[in-house]
């Protein structure tokens, strides 16, 4: 199928760690991407990993990548009230640079005190 | 420039009036991308260039849409038009050709 799945919500405390999963479809996929996505603003990149790796970090950002089961998720360490906003997944099916985006469903990461 | 840059940031138009988007994408980028999100968290591919080249503009509506990146010009979107389901956030984005795509702040489009 074509659909990136999410889960919709996850609501952590101040201080602990989040993690964002994510089933993509595709095997021919090169790259996987996280967005995030505050309100009433465009998407920002956070990181990207390329499809031979199964692990990328970058400060409180961990990605890890199961290929065999399609499988992405971020895990955000010491989240903080200002990473509450909407995560979304993506991912390059094939080599071409002008390949479209698939985009997940999102996941609403809402942080609490 | 080293953020895409988009324009208008709102934009209202009446229904069958056309509205045109604008976008400049970051230097040295090759590929631009058009995305539209329509409901909260679902985002439709419309098309991409490769420099002034159509690269891929299988999501565009073929009777309605247009697309255009010339050289030395912002890139843009033409809807003819409008319809009411064409409200929605229009988001640029631009790559090289490895790595990410970094999206611009967006165009929201409100069609009455």
């Known amino acids: 199928g074509e659909d990136v799945e999410q889960s919709l919500f996850l609501s952590v405390r101040e201080g602990d760690s989040s993690v964002i999963n994510c089933t993509y479809t595709?095997?021919?996929?090169?790259?996987l991407y996280w967005y995030k996505q505050e309100p009433g603003a465009g998407l920002q990149l956070l990181t990207y990993i390329f499809s031979n790796m199964d692990m990328k970090q970058d400060q409180r950002l961990t990605v890890l990548l199961n290929k065999k089961d399609k499988h992405l998720s971020l895990r955000i360490a010491d989240t903080q009230t200002g990473d509450s906003a909407i995560y979304f997944c993506a991912e390059k099916r094939g080599t071409g640079g002008g390949n479209k985006l698939t985009f997940g469903t999102g996941t609403q990461l809402k942080v609490e005190l | 420039g080293e953020e895409v840059a988009q324009t208008p940031k709102h934009l209202v138009r009446g229904e069958g009036q056309k509205a045109k988007l604008y976008c400049a994408p970051i230097?040295?980028?090759?590929?631009v991308f058009w995305y539209q999100q329509v409901l909260k968290n679902e985002f439709k591919f419309l098309i991409s260039f490769q420099n002034e080249n159509v690269f891929d503009e299988t999501g565009m509506p073929k009777e309605r849409f247009s697309a255009k990146c010339l050289p030395n010009s912002p890139c843009s979107l033409e809807i003819q038009a409008t319809k009411l389901e064409d409200s929605a956030v229009y988001f640029c984005?631009?790559?090289?050709?490895?790595?990410?795509?970094?999206f611009g702040p967006g165009t929201r489009l409100t069609v009455l």
């Open positions: 984005a631009s790559s090289r050709n490895d790595g990410g795509e970094f």
């Open positions: 230097k040295g980028h090759s590929y």
């Open positions: 595709d095997s021919s996929s090169t790259y």
